[in-house]
């Protein structure tokens, strides 16, 4: 067991945490505020914002798991609202960064491979091309593609209107192939599978409306199939603000993780764009 931090703001703290945390965490948070302490020399209420970041970097540059870390930080953050107040937290980002997960976008070709997998004339198989394609023509989320009702989709204009995260709507094109899918799965099988005045246009084998879940069984990952529609667009050339308002993205930032997935189309387009390539 560690032994007491001559500290008298950490005992305090350590003692308000003993009535509603475990032992073990209580200890835990003992010996990380102890090391802290001998990190900066002198008591942690004191730290400036500059010496807490390189705390943290001191954190990362020995190695730790990043669950490790983020015990660590708990303990300070804890620590700084029982003794400054949460108002007077110094201003620094006491989190572990985490590892950038590039998008899994399937090629081109490897699109067509799977949607060519969905191939049939039965209710069911024009229904289960016909959400695919999509998806992948609209960059849909699963919730967004089930969702829909008859009255989003307009052939006319040749547009999607989408319902996305937090109510926000948009309108996405509708592609030439999801165009002509989505018309034989209206005329030829959602008749014969509806039950009633259903407005979905998605529905169950049931005649009721499609939930997730069951296009999940269908299509184990279909936001590859999203990832998939960024990334194509991304390497066609389009500008990552179309792209972002076409994903629906409420950050720019998000929809910025595609450009980092193709380094080499990346390199091609600076060669043949810049003067001094």
Not at 139 to 160: C, K, N, P, T
Request: aromatic share 6%.
């Amino acid at each position: 067991m560690t032994g007491p931090t001559r500290d008298p703001e950490v005992e305090a703290f350590l003692a308000v945490s003993a009535a509603r945390l475990a032992p073990r965490t209580v200890e835990a948070y003992r010996r990380d505020l102890v090391a802290l302490t001998d990190f900066l020399g002198h008591k942690p209420s004191q730290a400036t914002p500059e010496e807490l970041e390189r705390y943290v970097a001191e954190l990362r540059a020995r190695g730790l798991a990043a669950t490790t870390i983020a015990r660590k930080l708990a303990a300070v953050r804890a620590l700084l609202r029982f003794t400054l107040g949460a108002a007077r937290v110094p201003d620094v980002q006491l989190a572990p960064r985490r590892a950038r997960r590039l998008p899994d976008a399937p090629k081109s070709e490897e699109v067509d491979a799977v949607l060519d997998q969905y191939a049939g004339v039965d209710p069911l198989a024009l229904r289960n091309r016909a959400l695919l394609e999509l998806i992948y023509s609209a960059g849909l989320r699963s919730r967004e593609a089930v969702d829909l009702d008859l009255g989003d989709v307009d052939f006319e204009q040749e547009a999607v209107h989408v319902r996305g995260k937090g109510g926000k709507e948009r309108v996405v094109p509708l592609g030439e192939e999801a165009a002509y899918r989505l018309r034989l799965y209206l005329d030829d099988a959602r008749p014969q599978l509806v039950n009633g005045a259903v407005d979905a246009l998605f529905v169950s084998a049931r005649g009721r409306r499609l939930d997730t879940s069951t296009l999940r069984r269908l299509f184990p990952h279909p936001h590859r199939l999203r990832h998939a529609f960024a990334t194509h667009l991304l390497e066609g050339g389009a500008d990552l603000r179309v792209i972002q308002e076409l994903l629906g993205h409420s950050s720019l930032s998000t929809t910025q993780t595609y450009s980092h997935v193709d380094g080499k189309r990346l390199r091609k387009v600076y060669d043949r764009a810049h003067p001094r390539s």
